[in-house]
């Protein structure tokens, strides 16, 4: 399975802040090196955040190899692309959300100090253990961080998830922070407005990413001013199997009372399968069904 750039251009640079998941170590790093080529094509100083193993140098980091990003050795070389590995981070910085945003503020302010008209960071799985309820939370507080950069100034943020390196914890919430934007396979997700919006093929392969994503999506619906319920856009799903489908009514019959799920648009068949599964009363639709 590869990347789904092909059904989300959008993933060339124009979405500010994206969850790129790979489940191997191989379709990750295409992504990744598709990503900043195309940043670095468009003139923006691009950061990178990843690993260096003990006693690798930066020359020996498959950024700088075949598998790399065209132009990333003179990009280097030119200061157009910085590296810093994790632990000189975490050395820094520290692991917390404060270290964190201190460190990124501070390299969008030096680049545009330096005049880059955008400015692009990407950083490798975090690999984070998120084994407790302080650890999810100061992630979560980061990445929330990430969408006040993109927010403020001229900034483009891509994430990398590599499945086979992280446990399911920080799988799981790795992807529901990011429900807003996901590329994943074959399918998609992303948020405009009041409207949570699934993309492409759903089927078991990713049913439990696709679960974390809607937990994700109820879990915000909630923090709004305008929740508590999440409204659903049915119209871009290709393709949903009944995994995905138990999933979607699951999450929707275990949210707390008050709160319902909407349904726009979409395939009847969808509606069928729904209630094939079991449809719960938090599950309404809209009057824009096709």
Same mark, same amino acid.
């Given at each position: 399975?590869?990347?789904?750039?092909? $059904?989300?251009? /959008?993933?060339?640079?124009?979405?500010? *802040?994206?969850?790129?998941?790979?489940?191997?170590v191989?379709?990750?790093?295409?992504?990744?090196?598709?990503?900043?080529?195309?940043?670095?094509?468009?003139?923006?100083?691009?950061?990178?955040?990843? #690993?260096? @193993?003990?006693?690798?140098?930066? &020359? =020996?980091? #498959?950024?700088?190899?075949?598998?790399?990003?065209?132009?990333?050795?003179?990009?280097l070389?030119?200061?157009?692309?910085?590296?810093?590995?994790?632990?000189?981070?975490? %050395?820094?910085?520290?692991?917390?959300?404060?270290?964190?945003?201190?460190?990124?503020?501070? %390299?969008?302010?030096?680049?545009?100090e330096?005049?880059?008209?955008?400015?692009? !960071?990407? =950083? %490798?799985?975090?690999?984070l253990?998120?084994?407790?309820?302080?650890?999810?939370?100061?992630?979560?507080?980061w990445?929330?961080?990430?969408d006040?950069?993109? =927010?403020?100034?001229?900034?483009?943020?891509?994430?990398?998830?590599?499945?086979?390196?992280?446990?399911?914890?920080? +799988? #799981?919430?790795?992807?529901? +922070?990011? @429900?807003?934007?996901? $590329?994943?396979?074959?399918?998609?997700?992303?948020?405009?407005? /009041?409207?949570?919006?699934? @993309?492409?093929?759903? &089927?078991?392969h990713?049913?439990?990413r696709?679960?974390?994503? +809607?937990n994700?999506?109820?879990?915000?619906?909630? %923090?709004?001013?305008?929740?508590? /319920?999440? *409204?659903?856009?049915?119209?871009?799903? /290709?393709?949903m199997d $009944?995994?995905?489908a138990?999933?979607? !009514?699951?999450?929707?019959?275990s949210?707390? &009372?008050g709160? =319902?799920?909407?349904?726009?648009?979409? @395939?009847?068949?969808?509606?069928?399968?729904?209630?094939?599964?079991?449809?719960?009363?938090? +599950?309404?639709?809209?009057?824009?069904?096709?």
């Open positions: 399975m590869t990347p789904l750039l092909p $059904v989300r251009p /959008d993933l060339d640079g124009a979405t500010p *802040h994206t969850l790129l998941v790979a489940d191997t191989e379709q990750g790093r295409r992504g990744t090196a598709s990503w900043v080529e195309r940043e670095l094509a468009h003139g923006s100083k691009v950061y990178y955040k990843g #690993w260096l @193993h003990e006693g690798q140098r930066l &020359d =020996q980091h #498959w950024i700088t190899g075949p598998a790399g990003p065209r132009g990333a050795r003179d990009a070389a030119s200061g157009q692309l910085e590296f810093l590995d994790f632990l000189s981070l975490i %050395e820094r910085y520290g692991a917390t959300s404060d270290g964190v945003l201190t460190l990124y503020r501070s %390299e969008v302010e030096r680049a545009l330096d005049m880059w008209p955008t400015v692009a !960071m990407t =950083q %490798e799985s975090p690999e253990p998120m084994a407790e309820a302080a650890q999810v939370a100061e992630y979560t507080t990445e929330t961080g990430f006040g950069l993109t =927010q403020r100034w001229p900034v483009r943020m891509l994430c990398q998830l590599t499945v086979p390196v992280e446990n399911e914890t920080a +799988v #799981w919430e790795t992807v529901a +922070v990011h @429900h807003r934007d996901v $590329v994943d396979g074959f399918w998609a997700a992303s948020g405009c407005g /009041d409207r949570w919006r699934p @993309h492409g093929d759903l &089927d078991a990713v049913a439990r696709f679960g974390a994503a +809607v994700g999506a109820l879990r915000a619906a909630r %923090e709004r001013e305008d929740g508590p /319920d999440l *409204h659903l856009d049915l119209t871009a799903i /290709d393709f $009944v995994a995905c138990e999933i979607l !009514m699951l999450a929707a019959r949210a707390p &009372d709160q =319902q799920m909407v349904l726009h648009g979409g @395939h009847r068949f969808l509606r069928r399968l729904f209630d094939a599964v079991g449809r719960p009363p938090s +599950v309404r639709e809209s009057e824009d069904v096709s």
